[in-house]
């Protein structure tokens, strides 16, 4: 019996992931543009053209917010589900680049949180088909993701944020499903959702985290790992129907 390289699992696992991802956008597309309604000027649909990118900012109802990644095989992005409003989702300039799908929010009230309280903060929007996507940060990085990456304590890490831009700083500690930040680390309100992550020599930046809130002193974010697992969870839990039906595509793992 023949065996399977590790790179070779790695490109299958994250060509499932991708094909759930597909398949929850797509199950959620109706009823994201059935509950559409434009929010004050703003247009009926992008001009073609209208650049998506992690790192810009974007605008729910009165939310303004920043973009945490852009999916670009899925044309899916994700910010922080606290940003989330009533549906459609536009840029700074009052194009609506794409609709909320599904989102989690457990966000606790208050300015402190217990550090064994798991945090939830995300949301995915379905990004329309006239918009031209990229992974590309204001910084000039590709924002990755490597699953080789994860928040622990002491990394070096950035946050880019519409409001603050780039601060870098590092990880103070790893909790249930989030982290704190510190050294440098800012944040002020419009950069929820912003994505925190590793710069590499190579000149890539991967993804570990999307912003939440500030906990005491202490920027934090909703680990990526932990976003993505929850992701899938919600896709399987959407396309059930789908993935029983669909020849070589199997369950996640219980």
Not at 103 to 116: E, K, L, Q, S, Y
Request: aromatic content about 6%; hydrophobic content about 40%.
């Amino acid at each position: 019996m023949g065996s399977l390289s590790v790179g070779h699992l790695e490109r299958s696992e994250m060509t499932l992931r991708r094909t759930r991802l597909r398949a929850l956008v797509l199950a959620t597309a109706a009823l994201a543009a059935a509950s559409f309604a434009p929010v004050g000027s703003w247009q009926a649909a992008a001009e073609p053209g209208v650049a998506v990118y992690p790192g810009m900012e974007i605008r729910q109802d009165t939310n303004k917010c920043t973009l945490g990644y852009v999916d670009l095989a899925t044309r899916t992005a994700f910010t922080a589900g606290h940003c989330r409003g009533s549906g459609s989702v536009g840029d700074k300039d009052g194009n609506v680049i794409g609709h909320q799908t599904v989102f989690r929010d457990n966000t606790p009230d208050g300015a402190t949180v217990t550090t064994d309280h798991n945090i939830s903060d995300w949301e995915a929007i379905a990004l329309a088909p006239e918009v031209q996507i990229n992974d590309v940060l204001p910084i000039g990085r590709p924002l990755t993701v490597d699953p080789a990456f994860a928040p622990q304590p002491g990394l070096r890490i950035c946050h880019f944020g519409v409001v603050t831009g780039e601060s870098c700083g590092t990880v103070e500690s790893v909790n249930n499903g989030w982290f704190t930040m510190s050294n440098g680390v800012v944040s002020q309100k419009g950069d929820s959702g912003g994505p925190v992550y590793v710069p590499t020599d190579d000149g890539r930046a991967v993804i570990v985290g999307m912003f939440n809130s500030t906990w005491g002193q202490l920027p934090a974010a909703v680990t990526w790992q932990a976003t993505d697992q929850q992701i899938r969870q919600e896709v399987f839990m959407a396309t059930s129907a789908q993935v029983d039906a669909a020849p070589g595509v199997v369950p996640p793992p219980s």
